[in-house]
């Protein structure tokens, strides 16, 4: 057993919540934030003798995602009832969907390492978040937040197509990219709007039959994603291969110690009792109703990654990652509109800016420098009125100020030099204090243009037109 080869079978559940104002199934705000228990009501709570309503716009949500993912929409779909006793449910059940959800059997599409694979979805239903435990860090006893009991969420449940932590992690990037594009959820995983359980076994590789799964639960960032998975492939694995077996069961991520551990018996459905509600009625969706939503669906990322290849001339790679926020994808076509030259821009965000705002930990969204600002100092740079030494410069005090770059460099004297006689008056004067190098240069050394061009550009505080600058120096070097 040890000589075989595993490969690991993964399905992945992602819960994203909805940006809707209200609750599903009550007025309540969603707010995030809100002071304890301050945003409930009877109908969230439970209390005797109140009704459920159904919140149009949840339903319109969540059709708009699954045509986004190619799925079915039923017709009918219904909800249920999903029974289990805990602290932060106050109904003693859960409002989800079972049997008949809104929608089903659909796809996204992923790529990863030039390779394109499609995952299916089993089915995308809505169901009500339950509250939020706060465990007391001193004392032995837990609080209950129902602030967030009834916020509706729609459950994305995938096939178990995925084969790798990697192709995981694509997969989710993916999915959390069309909730965003669509504005229909803010994929927040640290304040918990957009979560993912996962389910994992390994089985002989070639094999069609499925191991015993586990599912790992506390994954709150793509990283940990992957890293739990990479974690429970592998004991698995190392279990089968030393004569074991592997139990199922819900295991949860420890990031601090980087493994997953035993947290209770995994449940199966029957587990839950499910039964329709009777207090709403199935839902019908017409024709009509699904033509509307969909008429209104942004342009998603794999149709404006395509457009960027085609429109603006990009590579696959440029495309990919200007177009894996929404937000990225506007910033880099306001640029555009700017400063028509969507290589030269494409490079300077998905460089000097993302650079500068992944180290500063923040978003495209709270960007201190505008579009029309980083379009203003390429123009600068294209016009030959600052070189890209100095760009650099100007883009540090840009983000730090917020200045635009015309005015700093206005400030700050940084204007480029390209007068032909100042320059030749410099070269002229470096060439007289390196005698030695200039004549080495003459001899064969080439090399050592790099270095009298760095002496030119330091006289000149780094001001010279760098082709002028070539220009003039080896006419000199060559011609002497």
């Excluded at 149709?303 to 894996?324: G, I």
């Excluded at 300077?348 to 600002?373: C, F, H, K, V």
């Excluded at 760009?391 to 460099?409: D, L, S």
């Excluded at 190098?437 to 760098?466: C, H, S, W």
Aim: net charge negative.
């Amino acid at each position: 057993m040890s000589s075989m080869e595993f490969e690991p079978v993964i399905g992945l559940e992602v819960h994203a919540q909805l940006k809707t104002k209200t609750k599903i199934f009550c007025s309540c705000s969603t707010k995030f934030g809100a002071p304890p228990n301050t945003h409930t009501c009877p109908v969230c709570l439970g209390m005797p003798g109140v009704l459920p309503v159904l919140n149009k716009k949840v339903v319109e949500y969540t059709l708009a995602m699954a045509l986004a993912t190619h799925c079915r929409v039923a017709g009918e779909s219904r909800f249920a009832r999903k029974n289990y006793f805990y602290p932060d449910l106050p109904k003693g059940y859960q409002i989800s969907q079972y049997e008949l959800p809104l929608s089903h059997h659909g796809y996204v599409e992923i790529q990863l390492n030039d390779h394109k694979k499609r995952i299916g979805i089993t089915r995308i239903h809505m169901e009500e978040d339950a509250g939020k435990l706060i465990h007391d860090t001193v004392r032995p006893y837990s609080r209950v937040d129902f602030n967030r009991t009834g916020v509706p969420l729609i459950e994305i449940v995938s096939e178990p197509d995925i084969r790798s932590p990697e192709e995981a992690g694509a997969y989710l990037r993916q999915l959390r990219a069309i909730l965003r594009y669509l504005d229909i959820c803010d994929g927040n995983m640290e304040e918990g709007s957009f979560r993912c359980d996962a389910n994992v076994s390994v089985r002989p590789k070639g094999s069609d039959a499925f191991g015993t799964r586990t599912e790992l639960k506390n994954l709150n960032s793509f990283k940990h994603v992957e890293k739990a998975l990479q974690f429970e492939i592998r004991r698995q694995t190392e279990r089968i291969a030393d004569g074991g077996e592997v139990v199922q069961e819900t295991r949860l991520w420890d990031p601090d110690k980087n493994q997953t551990t035993s947290m209770r018996g995994k449940e199966e459905a029957h587990d839950y009792r499910y039964f329709p509600d009777p207090d709403l009625l199935p839902l019908v969706i017409d024709d009509e109703w699904i033509a509307s939503v969909k008429e209104k669906l942004p342009e998603l990322p794999d149709q404006k990654k395509h457009r960027f290849q085609v429109e603006y001339d990009l590579p696959s790679y440029d495309a990919e990652v200007l177009t894996s926020s929404r937000e990225l994808a506007d910033y880099f076509e306001a640029c555009i509109k700017d400063f028509n030259q969507p290589k030269p821009v494409s490079n300077w965000i998905m460089g000097s800016l993302l650079g500068y705002l992944n180290a500063q930990g923040i978003t495209i969204e709270a960007s201190p420098i505008a579009p029309r600002d980083l379009a203003g100092l390429l123009k600068l740079m294209d016009e030959g009125l600052i070189s890209g030494k100095i760009a650099k410069t100007v883009f540090e005090e840009m983000a730090k100020t917020g200045k635009p770059p015309k005015q700093i460099v206005e400030e700050k004297g940084l204007v480029q030099v390209s007068d032909e006689s100042l320059i030749d008056e410099v070269v002229a004067r470096v060439l007289s204090d390196h005698p030695e190098e200039a004549d080495a240069y003459r001899n064969g050394k080439t090399k050592l243009l790099g270095f009298f061009v760095g002496q030119i550009m330091k006289a000149t505080q780094g001001k010279a037109n760098p082709q002028t600058v070539n220009q003039i120096l080896r006419g000199k070097l060559e011609s002497d």
